[in-house]
């Protein structure tokens, strides 16, 4: 079967840095996505990897590893608005999404 | 406009209640999907329509019937439905099906089902 796995919940402090870590098992693959989703709020695009490597986005980055079925979501200076949970998806060899439960992130002060 | 606009933003319905949810997306879309969302749980693909066309049930019960006019709007009619229903339920939209890119979401209408 296919299947995503991600840290149900974790805690920073704000000014630290904190890695999300994503592993998946999936038929085929089509890049990777991480979104982001405020409570209550849309999941909203963060990055997509579809090569092995880092994606620098301003505070995010995004690292992928196809060989080892491996990706994670860097977040540098978190500050208070970080606080959210942090989707990971996989499109599999049909395209289809495959979704991680995600990951809900807790930033105290 | 935000991009994708969907309505109701909350609603309570008991089991024997008849009412739909509305999805539109001023994007340029052509495919069209309802998720549902459960705590804890990975998002659920319910059905998606490319084009105007339903390309996927995911083995949704009946009691959900999607329908979808135009490209732009997208319905999910409900009835009948069990408390285990309560869910936030998301729609999204994408240029087209079976390609790369990113999904771009709505809000969610969160379904309570007394």
């Known amino acids: 079967g296919q299947n995503i796995d991600q840290p149900t919940e974790m805690t920073a402090t704000e000014g630290a840095i904190v890695q999300i870590n994503c592993t998946y098992q999936?038929?085929?693959?089509?890049?990777l996505f991480w979104y982001q989703q405020h409570a209550g709020e849309a999941p909203t695009f963060l990055s997509y990897?579809?090569l092995d490597g880092l994606e620098e986005k301003g505070r995010f980055s995004s690292f992928l590893s196809r060989s080892k079925g491996y990706s994670y979501l860097l977040l540098k200076e978190l500050q208070m608005k970080d606080s959210a949970s942090y989707l990971c998806?996989?499109?599999?060899?049909?395209?289809?999404?495959?979704w991680g439960a995600g990951t809900k992130l807790i930033i105290k002060p | 406009e935000t991009g994708v606009t969907q309505t109701p933003r909350h609603l309570v319905m008991g089991m024997t209640n008849k009412k739909s949810l509305k999805c539109e997306q001023h994007?340029?879309?052509?495919?069209m999907y309802w998720y549902k969302q459960s705590a804890k749980k990975p998002l659920e693909l319910m059905f998606v329509?490319?084009?105007?066309?339903?390309?996927e049930n995911n083995s949704v019960p009946s009691r959900f019937s999607p329908e979808c006019p135009n490209s732009s709007h997208l319905f999910l009619h409900l009835h009948t439905l069990q408390p285990e229903d309560s869910a936030l339920y998301l729609c999204?939209?994408?240029?087209?099906?079976?390609?790369?890119?990113?999904?771009?979401f709505g809000e969610g209408s969160r379904l309570t089902v007394l």
């Open positions: 994007l340029g879309h052509n495919a």
């Open positions: 998806a996989v499109k599999d060899s049909n395209y289809q999404l495959i």
């Open positions: 999936t038929s085929g693959f089509n890049g």
């Open positions: 990897n579809v």
């Open positions: 329509y490319n084009f105007k066309e339903q390309t």
């Open positions: 999204a939209s994408s240029p087209s099906e079976g390609e790369a890119g990113e999904l771009f």
